[in-house]
């Protein structure tokens, strides 16, 4: 079997309110998360809802490329 093209891939999700503002006036920084993702089964980026600490409250969370 080759190991180049795993099925489940790495993938981080990024704060898309803190990237649209650049930087909180606050603290500076951008929230991540990391997870898994099937290749097959989800071809579309992901999106889900996470707590950021620099927003401080729960947004949208976008696939970034690595």
């Known amino acids: 079997m080759a190991k180049g093209k795993d099925v489940r891939i790495r993938v981080i999700l990024e704060c898309s309110s803190c ?31 996470f707590f950021c600490r620099y927003c401080r409250k729960h947004t949208t969370h976008h696939e970034i490329k690595k």
């Open 19 to 49: 990237v649209q503002k650049g930087a909180n006036e606050e603290s500076t920084g951008v929230s991540r998360y990391s997870t898994q993702k099937n290749r097959h089964s989800t071809p579309r980026q992901l999106e889900f809802n």
